[in-house]
Structures are given as C-alpha cells and as structure tokens.
C-alpha cells in the first residue's frame, strides 16, 4: 500500500494484521493504518464484517483485491 488508510468498522468482529500486529476489529472502531504497510483483514464472526476504507488519494478500483472464503 502506498498511501495510509482509515477503516471504520461498520458491523461484525474480525483480527487486522498490520505488518505482522495483530489488531482486533470491532464496531466502530477507527483504525490508521500507515502507508507502506502490509494488511490482512480476516472475519473471526459467523455474521458479515463490513467497514469503510478511506484514503487519500484515491486508488484505481483495480489496485484491491477481495478474496472471500466459503466455510
């Protein structure tokens, strides 16, 4: 990631891995995560994890990718 980011959980529980640190996500939580960083966002609940990510600048809709796991 080249620019930071701010995710604000909407709804569900998940773990966030910043650079290796684990962080347990919540609703309405706000969490920084610097730029240059390696991220990884797992939901850890039976219901939907939803949050917002806002960055400044934007990036291409194509720059993300979303990997859902079926259990």
Not at 4 to 16: A, V
Not at 31 to 48: F, L
Request: proline content about 7%; overall charge negative; charged content about 20%.
């Amino acid at each position: 990631m080249t620019n930071s980011e701010i995710h604000y959980i909407l709804d569900g529980q998940g773990l966030l891995y910043i650079d290796g640190i684990p962080v347990d996500i919540y609703p309405d939580q706000l969490i920084y995560i610097p730029a240059g960083s390696v991220q990884a966002t797992y939901n850890t609940a039976d219901t939907d994890l939803k949050f917002l990510i806002m960055n400044q600048p934007a990036r291409p809709e194509n720059s993300t990718e979303i990997l859902e796991v079926k259990k």
